[in-house]
C-alpha cells in the first residue's frame, strides 16, 4: 500500500493522500492559477519543492537558515482583545499593551493600529482617541508602527451611506446610475481615507496600511489608488502598504481606470504595477483558498499566482496569509501544520519579500 | 446556416451584451424557422452561461452581465408571440436570498442575486442584517422553492441554522431547497446544518442552483 | 492568535529579537525588495546578511547601537530613543522621532 502523507482540506479537515495524489492535486491548482492570471506554470523543481514541503514528516516546518522575511502584522492589537468577529482572543488588554505584546512577546517585525470597526469610515468621529492612541503607542514602540483599517466603499452604500446602493440599483437594470454611485462613494472614500491619514501622521505614525482593497470591487480600488497618490504627494517618506482583498478584482462598475488601465478583471501581477505607480512602497497579493480543494490544490495554485506577482512587482511583495487566504485553510484556529507549511513555501518558491 | 452555426450566433449576441445584436440574431433565428424553445434553450440560454463563465474569470463585469440578460429578456420578449401563453416568461424557479441578522455584509449577496436572476430565476434579494423570520415570511409570501442565506462572519453564521431550524419548525423544510455561502461557510458547515447546498461563489450558486431545481 | 505566531516562527525575522524591524523599514522607507534591504543593513550593522535573523548576534549589538533590545534592560535606549537611534545607524528619517523632535522647546 502506498505511504500516505497528512494534509489538510481547505476547511482544515485532516486529510490523508499518496504522493501521486499530492502531485496531481499540485499541478491542478497550478494549472486553474496559469489558466486564469494567464501566466506560466510553476518549473518541475519548484513542483518537487512543494511536494518536499507538503510531506515533511515534522509537525511544523521552518524556512532555511539566512531565507527570514519580515512579518507584517494586520489588524492589529483587535486579535488580542477582540471578539470572535474579528478572531480576536478577548484578552482584556488597551491596545499599546497589544502593540507591545506583539513587539516583546511575540516577535512581530512591524504592527498595526487598527481600531475594533476596522473600517476607514467610522475612524472619522473617534479620531481624537485614534491619534492620542499612536502617539502614546509611537512613545513605546521601536518597531514599525502602522495606522491600518479596511477602505470598505460599501459603507458609502444605502443603508450604512449616503449613496444609492449599486447592488439595488443594478438588479433594476439601472445601471447607469450604479455607476455614478460608485463613483461618488468613490470620491468619499479617497477624502475619509486622506483625512484620517492626515492626522495619523501628525500623531507620529510610520504609515498606513490599506486592508482588503478592492472588498467592494473596482470602485474601491480606485478610491484607494487615488488616497495612495495623494498620501504619497502629502507625505514622501509615509509607509504605505496596499493590501488587497482578493485574488480577482471584481469588476461592479467596470470601467474605471487608474493610469489607463482598466481596474476591473485584474490578477495579483497585473494589481501590484499599478499600487507602486500609485505609490505605494508595499504591495499585499491575496489567493483565495477553495474550502473544497486540498492544501495541495490550494497551495499549489497560490504560490503559482504569488510567484508571478513577485516577479512583476517592482515594489516589495508582503503576501496575505491570513484566514483563507495563501494557502491557509479558512478557519477560525488555522492549523500549525498548515500555516507553516504555506509560509515556508511562499518563502522559498513564491520569493516573497515579506508575509 | 445549420441550427448549430445559428445557435451559436445567437450565444455569441448574448455574450457581446448588445440587445440589437440579440435582437436581430434571434429574428434571423425564428425566420430560419427554429422553435422558439430551442432558440432560447441552445441559444440565448447557452450564452448566459457563458457570461456567466467570463464573469467568473474577470474578462466581463457586473453591468456586462446585467446588459445580457436585459438582452436575452428583450429576446424572449420577441419570442412571446410564438410561443403558449406564459411560456416564455416562465422563470427557472423562485429564490429568496438574503444575509443573516447581525451580518451587514450586501456585495458578494448581491453578486450572487445578480447571476441567479441574469440565469433565469425569479430572484427576492431581501438585503442585509435581515432578521431571520423576514426569510419565513417571504418564502411564504412569495412560494420560494429555495432560499439563500449568506454569512460573512464567524459569528453570524449560526443564523443560516436557525433560520433551517425555523423552517422545519413551520413544516416547511420539505417544500423548501436551502443553499448557504459566505467567507467562512463551508460544505462542512453545509452538511453540520442541514443545508441542501454551498457554493464557494456566484457561478456556483447558479450551478448549484440549477442542479436543485431543475 | 496562532496564526501569526506560527508564521513569524516558520519565516519571521523575529523583530527587535533579530533585526526584523530594521529590514522591514528599508523595505517601507526605500521600497528595497528582500535582498536589498538585508544587504543594506548588514553593512550598516556590519555583519553578514544571516546575521540578521541571529538572535545571538544581534542581542548584544542591538544593545551596544542602543536601538532597542527585547528584554528591558534598564538605562538602555527605549521607544523614541532606540528609534533616533535607528534613523542615524539607517539613515532614514522617523516619522514620530520628527514630531518628537518637534515638541521640543
Not at chain 1, 500500500?1 to 482544515?12: Q, W
Not at chain 1, 492535486?25 to 492559477?33: F, P, R, S, T, V
Not at chain 2, 455574450?15 to 432560447?40: F, H, M, W, Y
Not at chain 2, 419548525?169 to 431547497?177: A, F, L, N, P, S
Request: aromatic share 4%; charged share 25%.
Amino acid at each position: 500500500m502506498a505511504t500516505e502523507y497528512k494534509l489538510r482540506m481547505g476547511d482544515g479537515k485532516r486529510l490523508f493522500m499518496t504522493k501521486e495524489q499530492i502531485v496531481a492535486d499540485l499541478k491542478e491548482g497550478m494549472a486553474d492559477a496559469a489558466d486564469l492570471g494567464d501566466i506560466p506554470d510553476l518549473s518541475e523543481d519548484e513542483i518537487d519543492k512543494l511536494v518536499e514541503i507538503i510531506t515533511m514528516p515534522s509537525r511544523m516546518v521552518g524556512v532555511e537558515q539566512g531565507m527570514e522575511v519580515p512579518v507584517t502584522h494586520d489588524i492589529g492589537t483587535i486579535r488580542i482583545d477582540g471578539d470572535q468577529g474579528n478572531s480576536g482572543v478577548g484578552i482584556p488588554a488597551s491596545r499599546l499593551v497589544g502593540a507591545m505584546m506583539h513587539e516583546r512577546a511575540f516577535g512581530a517585525d512591524t504592527m498595526e493600529l487598527g481600531h475594533i470597526d476596522y473600517s476607514y469610515k467610522p475612524a472619522k468621529p473617534v479620531i481624537a482617541q485614534e491619534m492620542q492612541t499612536m502617539e502614546v503607542c509611537q512613545q513605546n514602540m521601536i518597531v514599525p508602527l502602522l495606522y491600518g483599517a479596511m477602505p470598505n466603499m460599501g459603507l458609502y452604500y444605502t443603508p450604512d451611506g449616503p449613496f444609492e446602493n449599486p447592488g439595488d440599483l443594478m438588479k433594476a437594470f439601472k445601471i447607469d446610475e450604479a455607476r455614478e454611485s460608485m463613483e461618488h462613494s468613490a470620491k468619499h472614500l479617497t477624502r475619509d481615507i486622506v483625512w484620517i491619514m492626515q492626522r495619523m501622521m501628525a500623531s507620529g505614525s510610520d504609515g498606513v496600511n490599506f486592508d482588503t482593497i478592492g472588498a467592494a470591487g473596482d470602485g474601491d480600488m480606485y478610491a484607494s489608488l487615488h488616497a495612495i497618490e495623494s498620501l504619497r504627494k502629502q507625505f514622501p517618506d509615509i509607509y504605505i502598504e496596499a493590501g488587497m482583498a482578493g485574488e480577482l478584482l471584481l469588476g461592479m462598475h467596470g470601467e474605471l481606470e487608474y493610469d489607463g488601465t482598466v481596474l476591473a478583471g485584474l490578477w495579483p501581477h497585473q494589481q501590484a504595477a499599478l499600487v507602486a505607480k500609485a505609490g505605494a512602497n508595499v504591495f499585499g497579493p491575496v489567493v483565495n483558498t477553495n474550502t473544497s480543494k486540498s492544501s495541495a490544490w490550494n497551495l499549489g495554485r497560490a504560490v503559482t499566482f504569488i510567484k508571478q506577482a513577485v516577479k512583476d512587482s517592482t515594489i516589495p511583495c508582503h503576501v496575505n496569509m491570513g484566514m483563507g487566504v495563501g494557502g491557509i485553510p479558512m478557519l477560525e484556529t488555522p492549523t500549525v501544520d498548515a500555516v507553516s507549511r504555506a509560509s515556508k513555501a511562499m518563502v522559498e518558491i513564491a520569493g516573497v519579500d515579506g508575509i | 446556416m445549420s441550427n448549430e452555426e445559428m445557435f451559436k450566433q445567437l450565444s455569441d449576441a448574448i455574450v457581446s451584451c448588445k440587445k440589437d445584436a440579440v435582437l436581430a440574431a434571434v429574428e434571423k433565428a425564428r425566420d430560419e424557422g427554429i422553435p422558439p424553445a430551442e432558440i432560447i434553450e441552445k441559444g440565448l440560454a447557452a450564452g448566459m452561461n457563458e457570461v456567466g463563465v467570463l464573469f467568473e474569470r474577470g474578462k466581463l463585469f457586473l453591468p456586462h452581465v446585467m446588459m445580457a440578460a436585459g438582452a436575452m429578456e428583450a429576446g424572449v420578449a420577441l419570442l412571446e408571440e410564438d410561443m403558449p401563453k406564459d411560456a416564455a416568461s416562465k422563470k427557472l424557479g423562485i429564490i429568496v436570498n438574503g444575509t443573516v441578522e447581525g451580518d451587514v455584509h450586501d456585495i458578494g449577496k448581491s453578486i450572487v442575486s445578480t447571476m441567479l436572476q441574469s440565469a433565469g430565476f425569479e430572484v427576492h434579494d431581501i438585503g442585509r442584517d435581515v432578521p431571520l423570520q423576514d426569510f419565513i415570511d417571504k418564502v411564504k409570501e412569495t412560494n420560494a422553492d429555495m432560499v439563500g442565506l449568506s454569512a460573512l462572519m464567524t459569528t453570524t453564521l449560526q443564523g443560516q441554522k436557525d433560520v433551517i431550524e425555523m423552517l422545519k419548525e413551520q413544516g416547511m423544510r420539505d417544500g423548501v431547497k436551502v443553499m448557504v455561502g459566505g467567507a467562512p461557510a463551508t460544505e462542512a458547515w453545509a452538511n453540520k446544518i442541514g443545508a441542501d447546498c454551498y457554493a464557494e461563489n456566484a457561478s456556483e450558486a447558479v450551478t448549484k442552483a440549477k442542479e436543485l431545481l431543475l | 492568535m496562532g496564526m501569526p505566531i506560527s508564521h513569524i516562527m516558520t519565516s519571521g525575522m523575529s523583530g527587535i529579537r533579530a533585526a526584523g524591524d530594521l529590514v522591514a523599514r528599508m523595505e517601507f522607507s526605500k521600497g528595497m525588495r528582500i535582498g536589498e534591504a538585508k544587504d543594506y543593513v548588514a553593512k550598516k550593522l556590519d555583519v553578514t546578511a544571516d546575521d540578521l535573523s541571529d538572535e545571538y548576534v544581534m542581542r548584544e549589538l542591538r544593545e551596544d547601537l542602543g536601538i532597542g533590545v527585547i528584554t528591558s534592560v534598564a538605562g538602555a535606549p527605549k521607544g523614541i530613543a532606540a528609534k533616533s537611534n535607528i534613523e542615524k545607524l539607517l539613515d532614514i528619517k522617523i516619522n514620530s522621532c520628527e514630531k518628537f523632535r518637534g515638541q521640543l522647546r
